[in-house]
């Protein structure tokens, strides 16, 4: 049976949510769960819940340490070497889980897992990828959303590969539309970057459909769009600022007549089922592709079920072999693009 | 009397939509219009709606070519000497305009004001600033939206003094909060660009509030956010993509149950008042900061109402005397910054 390692202690509401979630994805998926973390908490947080859980395939495996949100991510990567984070990424190095789950501090659970778990041959830099609703009704992979600000147009094209392979693993497409985050649809539109990276994306062994623009990346009309990591940040964050105002917006507008507010009441439902559909926790969270193993980080915030779907996602990522498709492909993509650079 | 170059080719409903504008603008505001474009087409046009126009502060000067939104920018403004683009911003490098006004192909117009009007001493590059509404009610204006791909950190520092010039003159606020885009408030987080850009956006004679990120954007806890081009750019549009979702899902949920339908119906009205209050024509369309003069470009799509507002921003900006005040705090900066330089 797969196992996955899963820090107990990184979120906002840990280790309940963790050891809520870690329950049940044991009891619905074919899945065990190592849940890592202070042993006597999470040994107590368990009892509460269900006192046979030892009958479960759940295991405890006790670290000394852990990482908060407010801790300096490359500090405590440095000196914290007991940290839950820590032990866990040790499990998958160890060949004892097949990939770690956190909903901790990302930058650190990012720097631990390159760091301990080491990267796929052939990745420069592991990236932080999300999904994202669509009007289409698909999912969309956006990557990178923060793991690397700086980035070069190899860098964008490895991102093509690994964002692809996972939602042809994750969302079983044969072939998804891979598109570059761009200003215009046009090849010359672009900053130095996605200019210089665009013939490269050509090349590769993916169904690249060319640059895509802001407005694009919610529409369902391409699957994996790839971004350095400060723009794919940016996207992220503006989106959840302009649903706010939206919301506010609403909310004002709908409560400044009674006949406005009747329909804001009976509008409610469609609001709260709204808010599921944008909840990015319905796909598990962001996986780090390209580190070995698997890591997926989920918001601070995550609750059992987030945490659960996490294990479920992370499940389908290890039955899809992710890891061994990038890796065959940038192998073959450097072999293919070698050749004609010797003959030169 | 301040007079308004407007370009009567240039958006979707030219020149109908700019006719209109022309029209409801003098008539309510201390303006004199000149519209610039096929004299015979625009006279048609004027006829339609007041034969009797000739009697308000309206001028039609002629220009025997457009650019269309189809056409290359770079090769429209090379070959079409003729342009009413062209032609209004000679009216304003000329001294019988004070600015201009296109809803047309908005790389011709850019690129047009910058060679024919010129750019504001201690201006490297002129840069495109929007007006976004914010969850406070106050406006935020972003700068750069897509006049320079790939910005320098002086360009940023340069757009943060244009940027907050225009701020308090066309809002009328003392001291507006600045900040530049980044993905976290703390000083060493951001790209290249933006590390390089924030100790010289400390040295400016500006309340610069440091990094902001892009949930902070429709907060209105920043008045004005300087970014480069590309990233100015994804956030326009991916928030354009964000509202479009966010609409479609509410009208799929709120029509699956008739009480779920009867609310739509009934929110049908805060959602008119909702689009008008992130209707961007609102605030005039977006200004290219930085050209000698004024260059305002409305969206393509711009109906009579937008024009009209356009040219009352624009009023408001040469009232608020924009250009002498970037000017006047560029070359006091220049000249604060040149000190400890040459000393050492």
């Known amino acids: 049976m797969l196992t996955i390692a899963l820090d107990a202690m990184g979120g906002d509401h840990a280790p309940k949510a963790e050891v809520e979630g870690a329950l049940a994805a044991v009891r619905n ?114 990557m990178d959303v923060g793991a690397n600000v700086d980035c070069t147009p190899r860098m964008l094209a490895q991102f093509a590969v690994m964002g692809e392979a996972y939602y042809r693993a994750i969302h079983h497409t044969d072939s998804p539309r891979v598109g570059l985050l761009s200003i215009g649809e046009e090849d010359h539109k672009g900053n130095e970057l996605t200019r210089a990276a665009l013939p490269i994306l050509k090349s590769l062994p993916v169904n690249f459909i060319g640059n895509v623009e802001g407005r694009d990346i919610y529409k369902g009309t391409v699957d994996v769009i790839v971004c350095d990591g400060f723009v794919g940040n940016v996207v992220l964050k503006t989106s959840e600022g302009v649903a706010d105002l939206i919301k506010l917006m609403l909310r004002e507008e709908m409560t ?48 059992g079920n987030a945490i659960k779907n996490a294990i479920r996602v992370a499940v389908e990522f290890a039955k899809g072999d992710v890891n061994r498709r990038i890796e065959s492909e940038l192998t073959e993509w450097a072999e293919s693009t070698a050749t004609p650079t010797r003959a030169e």
Not at 37 to 42: A, D, S
Not at 99 to 112: D, F, K, P, R, Y
Request: proline share 4%; with cysteine.
């Open 29 to 142: 998926y074919p899945v065990a769960v190592t849940l890592v973390g202070r042993e006597e908490i999470v040994r107590a947080e368990l009892d509460k819940h269900d006192r046979r859980w030892a009958k479960l395939p759940i295991q405890v495996v006790h670290a000394s340490e852990f990482i908060t949100m407010e801790d300096s991510a490359a500090k405590a990567v440095r000196t914290k070497k007991d940290s839950s984070i820590r032990v866990a990424s040790r499990l998958v190095r160890d060949g004892k889980a097949i990939g770690v789950i956190s909903a901790g501090n990302t930058g650190a659970v990012m720097a631990t897992a390159k760091m301990v778990q080491g990267v796929v041959q052939g990745v420069d830099r592991p990236g932080l990828a999300t999904t994202l609703p669509t009007k289409a009704g698909t999912p969309v992979v956006l």
């Open 256 to 303: 400044s007549s009674p006949l406005a507010q009747a329909g804001a009441l009976l509008a409610k439902g469609a609001f709260a089922k709204l808010k599921r559909r944008l909840d990015h926790t319905e796909y598990g969270g962001a996986p780090l592709l390209g580190v070995k193993g698997m890591c997926f980080i989920t918001h601070g915030s995550s609750n």
